[in-house]
């Protein structure tokens, strides 16, 4: 019985190995999608949400850099549409109750040739409470915007990451 259950177990093992599931960061700062992301540079955005966005993609980009700062070959151009929307109304026509939506549309560029290799969207949103003091409300929206800048950056990093794992974005072989 022992023996059974030994050799189910080392079975299993096998199939699981062969499921196909490899790390996306595999081979860390030599791998493809370090290589790639390396090479990007993420160009100036429009607006206080722009500014949060793209400071936001630099610092999860410069982790894959290693400090040696942006690269020059990929340029990641990125449009927002932020909003605000009021949707809990009170019997008085006051609103409780705000949706913030962070919109982006970015594109991965080859920088030498213009060729837009990738061309993606990536949205987050955030329920803001409308309370009595204004002050405190602005804060709200202010912080729901710095959270949402930074879930559509992850957003963002993660979808190049999948795009340079599928063997996107890679410099072309030199010739011989």
Known sequence: MRALLISSLVAAS???GGCGLRPLYANGGKGAVAQVLADVDVAAIEGH???LVR???RDRLEATQGGKGAGRRLRLDVKLE???TGFGVRTDDAI???RRTLRARYQLVDAATGEVLLDA???QDAGIDVVGSEYSTI???STALERLASGVADQIITRLAVFA???GGQAPAPTP
Do not use: K, P, Q, V
Request: no cysteine; charged share 20%; aromatic share 4%.
């Open 14 to 16: 096998l199939t699981i």
């Open 165 to 167: 794992n599928r063997g």
């Open 139 to 141: 804060a709200a929206e």
């Open 121 to 123: 969207t990536a949205a």
């Open 96 to 98: 409780t109750r705000e």
């Open 82 to 84: 932020d909003s605000i």
């Open 49 to 51: 949400s722009g500014w």
């Open 55 to 57: 400071n936001a993609l």
